[in-house]
Nanobody
Framework: QVQLVESGGGLVQAGGSLRLSCAAS????????MGWFRRAPGKEREFVAG????????LLVDSAKGRFTISRDNAKKTVYLQMNSLKPEDTAVYYC?????????????WGQGTQVTVSS
């Protein structure tokens, strides 16, 4: 198993930036693909970004392209989501997830989430 803890959320004005981090513990981090999801108030959880075990393959939801970047540091057992040009519609609880197969899903382990609030 792997345990995931997110950090880096907070309140930011529209146009600002945040970097989310997800620290993993447990089994070998580099065995897992990693992803970020979010759940906005009153909405379903949605996929935001994913990265494979080596970092050679990434995927972003269309609304995040050009603004968000996902990366990972296997030595630090951490995955990051750099979010720039934030919009009020990015307000959500952001969750980190791990995919045991090393690819871009399916995800079997989840963190507790970190709140991101973007004010207009």
């Amino acid at each position: 198993q792997v345990q995931l803890v997110e950090s880096g959320g907070g309140l930011v004005q529209a146009g600002g930036s945040l970097r989310l981090s997800c620290a993993a513990s447990g089994r070998t981090f580099s065995n897992y693909g990693m992803g970020w999801f979010r759940r906005a108030p009153g909405k379903e959880r949605e996929f935001v970004a994913g990265i494979n075990w080596s970092g050679s393959n990434t995927l972003l939801v269309d609304s995040a392209k050009g603004r968000f970047t996902i990366s990972r540091d296997n030595a630090k057992k951490t995955v990051y989501l750099q979010m720039n040009s934030l919009k009020p519609e990015d307000t959500a609880v952001y969750y980190c997830a791990a995919a045991p197969g090393g690819g871009l899903g399916p995800y079997g382990y989840w963190g507790q989430g970190t709140q991101v609030t973007v004010s207009s």
